[in-house]
């Protein structure tokens, strides 16, 4: 994973004032530049700050007003352990409409997604797929809000199936 980004991708990570209360949490707005100085805006709990921290960003789309926009591919790094691949809309910066997604881990866990996102976050319908490092496999379609499952959705973990309504990430 080292070896994936230049140290020329070095990015500077500025915490805004920024806050959305989402559910029974509380997200943090973190403004990051890429490789080619377009903002791009992530939302990280805040309770764990360092959970999503980009520290390393490639899009491959335009810049308007400083920020990433219209259609591309953002390539971010989490430390060196989550290298995520969006493709689709920005809108100032944020990730906006239908983006698909996939990502890995260094131990091996991988995913992909494809989610209706406005705001920044996946707010609409949309299906992920998580296979950990061991094999295991778990899987949701159905709706999302604020980033987390919310509405109606088919939860499939190994063993068990769960259909019906979410809440906050929960059945």
């Known amino acids: 994973m080292k070896s994936f980004i230049s140290p020329l991708m070095l990015l500077a990570v500025v915490l805004s004032a920024v806050t959305i209360t989402a559910s029974a949490r509380t997200l943090i707005q973190v403004e990051t530049k890429t490789d080619r100085k377009c903002k791009i805006i992530e939302f990280v709990d805040a309770e764990k700050p360092q959970s ?14 400083g920020y990433a926009h219209g259609d591309g591919t953002l390539i971010t790094v989490n430390g060196e352990d989550t290298k995520e691949i969006s493709k689709g809309e920005m809108v ?8 698909i997604q996939e990502f890995i881990k260094a ?45 109606n959705g088919v939860l499939t973990r190994p063993n068990e199936i769960i259909t ?8």
């Open 92 to 99: 100032k910066g944020m990730l906006h409409g239908v983006v």
């Open 52 to 65: 999503r921290k980009t520290q390393h960003a490639t899009w491959t789309g335009k810049c308007a007003g």
């Open 164 to 171: 019906g309504k979410f809440l906050e990430g929960k059945p």
């Open 107 to 151: 131990d091996g866990t991988r995913g992909t997604g494809r989610q209706t996102y406005s705001n920044g976050l996946p707010n609409g319908n949309g299906e992920i797929e998580i296979i950990q490092k061991g094999g295991e496999k778990f899987s949701y379609s159905g709706n999302f809000q604020a980033g987390q499952m919310s509405g």
